[in-house]
């Protein structure tokens, strides 16, 4: 069973920096584009950043010039590091990828969600 695990989450400071990564694991053929999405409380899910496989990426406007989307595709990892952080980027972030398990044919699959907060 294909699981996309997700880890660095936390309470930062606004100004400072956080790295998320999520990893996925599990039987798998390919991991086509990878995603990080958020969503604060009232709000839509939103797009934040994604990665295809060959490594380009698409950012929200709100976040270029501050997060970085990378991949690691050996490890099956996908990081986003979240560099000047404002008390508007707090909310749950979800990693996402589109990955072929059974067939070259992808399933959408998501992680369980990380809490980020920007507070002094």
């Not at 839509?44 to 270029?64: C, F, H, M, P, W």
């Amino acid at each position: 069973q294909v699981q996309l695990v997700e880890s660095g989450g936390g309470l930062v400071q606004p100004g400072g920096s956080l790295r998320l990564s999520c990893a996925a694991s599990g039987s798998l053929l390919s991991i086509y584009a990878m995603g990080w999405y958020r969503q604060a409380p009232g709000n839509q899910r939103e797009l934040v950043a994604s990665i295809t496989s060959g490594g380009a990426t698409n950012y929200l406007d709100s976040v270029k010039g501050r997060f970085t989307i990378s991949r690691d595709n050996a490890k099956r990892t996908v990081y986003l590091q979240m560099s000047s952080l404002k008390p508007e980027d707090t909310a749950v972030y979800y990693c996402n990828a589109d990955i072929a398990v059974e067939t070259m044919i992808p399933d959408d699959y998501w992680g369980q969600g990380t809490q980020v907060t920007v507070s002094s």
